[in-house]
T-cell receptor, first 113, second 114 residues
């Protein structure tokens, strides 16, 4: 799976949008971009994923650049409960059983009151 | 709703004893499950891939005789830490999902070996 690069930490004011960047310059054409987050002492939680087009769900929006070498996760109105480590992962989605997720170090997002 | 059930949430044991952690799929039949561990302030590290009805595939550096994985049914995989030592103290997490779809994670098990 392609390697990703994320800032170690970010801060955001409560109620403002949080924009988390991720670089994946070696991404292949058949690799998706996934975002998960992990709140302290819990299992990771799925947020969103995409291939080429921008995606939006009830939790967040995912903006992928046209060359697919980077993406941004947007939490439109951050709350204190959004404080967590956010992981950007790229992986091939295939029909085989080897569809594991490989985690990098992620970004610790701290939402401040 | 919850897709994965992991038990126990936390366990404290004496050095030299064995500990079993269960991971259950609640919503569908999971032919493959993944086991991760996480040390404090570090990221998740994949330990092994558990395949129903066959031997697990271990990542490099993970001792298969120490971390026994059994995936006897499509809804249950277990991880047994044998002869646990303080250095095995960690947060263990299971994951499952269908191919071509997102993966779901258990709530994790905090193991403390005294």
């Amino acid at each position: 799976d392609a390697k990703t690069t994320q800032p170690t930490s970010m801060d955001c004011a409560e109620g403002r949008a949080a924009n988390l960047p991720c670089n994946h310059s070696t991404i292949s054409g058949n690799e998706y971009v996934y975002w998960y987050r992990q709140i302290h002492s819990q299992g990771p939680q799925y947020i969103i994923h995409g291939l080429k087009n921008n995606e939006t769900n009830e939790m967040a929006s995912l903006i992928i650049t046209e060359d697919r070498k980077s993406s941004t996760l947007i939490l439109p109105h951050a709350t204190l409960r959004d404080t967590a480590v956010y992981y950007c992962i790229v992986r091939v989605v295939s029909g085989g059983s080897n569809y594991k997720l490989t985690f990098g170090k992620g970004t610790l997002l701290t939402v401040n009151p | 709703g919850a897709v994965v059930s992991q038990h126990p949430s936390w366990v404290i044991c004496k050095s030299g004893t064995s500990v079993k952690i269960e991971c259950r799929s609640l919503d569908f039949q999971a032919t493959t499950m993944f086991w991760y561990r996480q040390f404090p302030k570090q990221s998740l590290m994949l330990m092994a891939t558990s395949n129903e009805g066959s031997k697990a595939t271990y990542e490099q550096g993970v001792e298969k005789d120490k971390f026994l994985i059994n995936h006897a049914s499509l809804t249950l995989s277990t991880l047994t830490v044998t002869s646990a030592h303080p250095e095995d103290s960690s947060f263990y997490i299971c994951s499952l999902g269908r191919a071509n779809e997102k993966l779901f994670f258990g709530s994790g098990t905090q193991l403390s070996v005294l």
